[in-house]
């Protein structure tokens, strides 16, 4: 999309080069002059494997971001929760990247588990959840969090991008009671997706599909042979 250098709220990049690309989106909604120094900023990555980037977010992406920001003045946190049933998320940081990338910008890198402070939404706000449902307080309380997916099928909802890139923010115990995610129902699932992403307002999403999944998402043991 051409906005002729105008600001956009959407704006679509083309680039052979992964970060030219990068760069190029984000002037075209105006830079990080919304940033201020001292603003702690929350990147919310897609790891619900080990599996390297377009499985997982390019950690290229989160170090060239995290440069950005801390140049800015910014304290940076880069964060995520594996799939409900796997206990190694921090494993999962090491093996694609991103646990180097974090360190490499002097960022904080949080494992979204029991053991860190949580924020309940509101029920009326979940309804098609089952009892309560928890987000990490140190991204209900960031001055911004940064979503950034990946763009790959995924065999229970079709495809995962934007939205669904939040079910990593909600509670690993909250995600696997019955009625909620451990169940998968067919329907409920988007509309328990869109009830997340309704309370949970990024400051910017950057849904990086310079390399996507077409089919056998999201991961390679998900049952199709996957084809980049």
Same mark, same amino acid.
């Not at 995962?160 to 115990?173: D, R």
């Given at each position: 999309?051409?906005?002729?250098? /105008?600001?956009?709220?959407?704006?679509?990049?083309?680039?052979?080069?992964?970060?030219?690309?990068?760069?190029?989106?984000?002037?075209?909604?105006?830079?990080?002059?919304?940033?201020?120094?001292?603003?702690?900023?929350?990147?919310?990555?897609?790891?619900?494997?080990?599996?390297?980037?377009?499985?997982?977010?390019?950690?290229?992406?989160? /170090?060239?971001?995290?440069?950005?920001?801390?140049?800015?003045?910014?304290?940076?946190?880069?964060?995520?929760?594996?799939?409900?049933?796997?206990?190694?998320?921090?494993?999962?940081?090491?093996?694609?990247?991103?646990?180097?990338?974090?360190?490499?910008?002097?960022?904080?890198?949080?494992?979204?588990?029991?053991?860190?402070?949580?924020?309940?939404?509101?029920?009326?706000?979940?309804?098609?959840?089952?009892?309560?449902?928890?987000?990490?307080?140190?991204?209900?309380?960031?001055?911004?969090?940064?979503?950034?997916?990946?763009?790959?099928?995924?065999?229970?909802?079709?495809?995962?991008?934007?939205?669904?890139?939040?079910?990593?923010?909600?509670?690993?115990?909250?995600?696997?009671?019955?009625?909620?995610?451990?169940?998968?129902?067919?329907?409920?699932?988007?509309?328990?997706?869109?009830?997340?992403?309704?309370?949970?307002?990024?400051?910017?999403?950057?849904?990086?599909?310079?390399?996507?999944?077409?089919?056998?998402?999201?991961?390679?043991?998900?049952?199709?042979?996957?084809?980049?």
């Amino acid at each position: 999309i051409d906005l002729s250098g /105008r600001r956009a709220d959407v704006f679509v990049a083309r680039h052979d080069d992964h970060l030219a690309a990068v760069d190029a989106a984000l002037a075209g909604i105006g830079g990080l002059g919304f940033v201020k120094r001292g603003d702690r900023v929350v990147l919310k990555v897609n790891t619900n494997s080990g599996d390297g980037y377009p499985y997982s977010t390019s950690p290229d992406v989160v /170090r060239h971001l995290g440069q950005q920001l801390r140049q800015r003045g910014a304290t940076v946190l880069v964060g995520d929760r594996s799939f409900w049933g796997d206990e190694g998320t921090a494993d999962n940081f090491e093996r694609n990247g991103i646990a180097r990338a974090a360190k490499d910008v002097g960022a904080e890198l949080l494992v979204f588990d029991g053991d860190i402070g949580w924020v309940a939404i509101p029920s009326k706000l979940v309804p098609d959840w089952t009892g309560p449902v928890r987000l990490p307080r140190a991204v209900v309380e960031a001055d911004h969090v940064f979503n950034l997916p990946c763009v790959k099928t995924h065999f229970i909802t079709g495809f995962t991008m934007a939205l669904k890139n939040v079910l990593g923010l909600v509670h690993p115990e909250d995600r696997r009671r019955p009625g909620n995610l451990r169940s998968h129902h067919p329907e409920r699932i988007h509309r328990q997706i869109a009830q997340i992403s309704r309370f949970f307002k990024p400051s910017l999403t950057l849904l990086d599909g310079h390399r996507a999944l077409i089919s056998g998402g999201p991961t390679p043991e998900s049952g199709n042979s996957p084809t980049i």
